[in-house]
């Protein structure tokens, strides 16, 4: 069953990872890249991390995409010629989706109750708070601090882009 899951919630954040680049309006493009967020941590709930999994939805699905979108907003300038035509969506997501949700809510509490077995083992400790800091302050130290900065950099880029070119300090 939960291989099942696994595909589901894979082929949902493909699907949300094409509807992201396929959409021509950025905020619902924005939207979009939040869902494929929420399946990806669907994925680390079914790998028995469920600290990864809040973290997934409140740092990326929350912070940063929250900060995406408005940075999106505050950028947002002449529309294009395209982006008021609609792209045709399917309308099978809307409804799979929820007898999908259900299903995982089903076996989340028949494993819960110690009705469905564990597929495989994993390490202990595996996914908790402390495993991660661990590999966050150790091992990828270095990535986790070049992410900042990069963030950081386009924070800045984007403000100064936004900003009304007779404002700037500099001409």
């Given at each position: 069953m939960?291989?099942?899951l696994?595909?589901v919630?894979?082929?949902?954040?493909?699907f949300?990872g094409?509807?992201?680049?396929?959409?021509r309006?950025a905020?619902?493009?924005a939207?979009w890249l939040?869902?494929a967020?929420?399946?990806a941590?669907?994925?680390f709930?079914?790998l028995?991390a469920p600290?990864?999994a809040?973290l997934?939805?409140?740092v990326?699905?929350?912070?940063?995409?929250?900060?995406?979108?408005?940075v999106?907003m505050?950028?947002q300038?002449?529309r294009?010629?395209g982006e008021?035509?609609?792209l045709a969506?399917?309308l099978?997501?809307?409804?799979a989706?929820p007898?999908a949700?259900?299903v995982?809510?089903?076996?989340?509490?028949?494993?819960?109750r110690?009705m469905l077995g564990?597929?495989?083992s994993?390490?202990e400790?595996?996914?908790?708070?402390a495993?991660?800091?661990g590999?966050?302050?150790?091992?990828?130290?270095?990535?986790?601090e070049l992410?900042s900065?990069?963030l950081?950099?386009a924070i800045?880029?984007?403000?100064a882009?936004?900003k009304?070119?007779?404002?700037?300090p500099w001409?």
């Amino acid at each position: 069953m939960e291989g099942i899951l696994f595909w589901v919630c894979g082929g949902l954040m493909v699907f949300g990872g094409l509807m992201t680049v396929f959409q021509r309006n950025a905020v619902v493009s924005a939207v979009w890249l939040i869902f494929a967020f929420i399946c990806a941590a669907g994925i680390f709930a079914l790998l028995s991390a469920p600290f990864l999994a809040v973290l997934q939805i409140l740092v990326y699905a929350g912070a940063i995409m929250v900060l995406f979108l408005f940075v999106i907003m505050m950028l947002q300038g002449p529309r294009l010629e395209g982006e008021k035509k609609l792209l045709a969506v399917p309308l099978w997501p809307a409804v799979a989706i929820p007898p999908a949700a259900i299903v995982v809510m089903i076996v989340g509490y028949l494993k819960g109750r110690g009705m469905l077995g564990q597929i495989s083992s994993v390490p202990e400790g595996f996914g908790s708070p402390a495993h991660v800091a661990g590999l966050l302050i150790g091992k990828y130290l270095l990535a986790f601090e070049l992410i900042s900065i990069v963030l950081l950099v386009a924070i800045i880029g984007a403000l100064a882009v936004g900003k009304d070119e007779r404002k700037l300090p500099w001409k």
